[in-house]
């Protein structure tokens, strides 16, 4: 049974941080793409940033660029996002996902 499981969201103060995980299980990252999505209360999803599990190259989303990173530890079978001088905008629950499959979410708040 495949699953993504994330964890990390919480509650942040504006210009704090955060590192966001996913744990595959079920299968294994060894090619592919990956992304980080969010969903801010009464929008869409929106794609923050993939990274290919193969050769490590990333992209971002002009809206957290340079204020996050993805990254994985394929040994570990996990992916990460990390996300610094965090925006009240910010706010929404984050999925990681691949192809074909999603996670359940976390849910991040950053408040003013």
């Known amino acids: 049974q495949v699953q993504l499981v994330e964890s990390g969201g919480g509650l942040v103060q504006v210009g704090g941080s955060l590192r966001l995980s996913c744990t595959a299980s079920?299968?294994?990252?060894?090619?592919?793409?990956m992304y980080w999505v969010r969903q801010a209360p009464g929008k869409g999803l929106d794609c923050l940033s993939t990274?290919?599990?193969?050769?490590?190259?990333?992209n971002y989303a002009d809206s957290v660029k340079g204020r996050f990173t993805i990254s994985r530890d394929s040994a570990k079978n996990t992916l990460y996002l990390q996300m610094d001088s965090l925006k009240s905008e910010d706010t929404a629950v984050y999925y990681c996902?691949?192809?074909?499959?999603w996670g359940q979410g976390t849910q991040v708040t950053v408040s003013s």
């Open positions: 996902a691949s192809i074909e499959f």
């Open positions: 079920g299968f294994t990252f060894n090619s592919g793409w």
């Open positions: 990274v290919n599990t193969g050769s490590g190259r990333t």
